[in-house]
T-cell receptor, first 116, second 113 residues
Framework: GAGVSQSPRYKVAKRGQDVALRCDPI?????LFWYQQALGQGPEFLTY????????KSGLPSDRFFAERPEGSVSTLKIQRTQQEDSAVYLC??????????????FGEGSRLTVL | GDSVTQMEGPVTLSEEAFLTINCTYT??????LFWYVQYPGEGLQLLLK?????DKGSNKGFEATYRKETTSFHLEKGSVQVSDSAVYFC????????????FGKGTLLTVNP
């Protein structure tokens, strides 16, 4: 399809395991964002890419979180040594131009991570 | 940075009732204002927007007016439907060096038949 695609949709990990979450943005979109959405909360910013450059990673909660977008399209969010507090839905969003463009972001359905 | 205060939920209404979800914001300069909606099991999607003071955004029977003097952008619908059941998020966007959307906590709306 033509939308933002995320995988896996659901991931259950044991505490201490590493996980990788994938985002396939809309083709040609320059900007890519990762957000974390805890249960009952709004999305919280994690990191921002403009093409392959990670311009802001100020929202990443710890150095266990790492994101990349090596070719300026697909992005991966990696969480090392998962902890229970990492349980959340991880949302990927893209926009056509730099930043949030005119403010319209296109979101994927999210990857729900549960850490046991 | 931008911030937003959104009406606490959950909100439960009967079909055809009137809906208001309050939103006030703090932002740099003159932001654009957005309402996003998240239907069950789906990603967020843009519902409506307004880009300058006194503008009214509208979509799917929902409306919101950009009130600069009260820094508000309240969402309204005259007659809700069961299919409107979702979580609604208000978000200001200043643009420029502040390139990310900042979302409110969201308001869960449940419409009963």
């Amino acid at each position: 399809g033509a939308g933002v695609s995320q995988s896996p949709r659901y991931k259950v990990a044991k505490r201490g395991q590493d996980v990788a979450l994938r985002c396939d943005p809309i083709s040609g979109h320059v900007s890519l964002f990762w957000y974390q959405q805890a249960l009952g909360q709004g999305p919280e910013f994690l990191t921002y890419f403009q093409n392959e450059a990670q311009l802001d990673k100020s929202g990443l909660p710890s150095d266990r979180f790492f994101a990349e977008r090596p070719e300026g399209s697909v992005s991966t969010l990696k969480i090392q040594r998962t902890q229970q507090e990492d349980s959340a839905v991880y949302l990927c969003a893209s926009s056509l131009r730099a930043g949030s463009d005119t403010g319209e972001l296109f979101f994927g359905e999210g990857s729900r991570l549960t850490v046991l | 940075g931008d911030s937003v205060t959104q009406m606490e939920g959950p909100v439960t209404l009967s079909e055809e009732a009137f809906l208001t979800i309050n939103c006030t914001y703090t932002a740099t300069g003159y932001p654009s204002l957005f309402w996003y909606v998240q239907y069950p099991g789906e990603g967020l999607q843009l519902l409506l927007k307004a880009t300058k003071a006194d503008d009214k955004g509208s979509n799917k029977g929902f409306e919101a007016t950009y009130r600069k003097e009260t820094t508000s952008f309240h969402l309204e619908k005259g007659s809700v439907q069961v299919s409107d059941s979702a979580v609604y998020f208000c978000a200001p966007y200043s643009g420029g060096s502040n390139y990310k959307l900042t979302f409110g906590k969201g308001t869960l709306l449940t419409v009963n038949p």
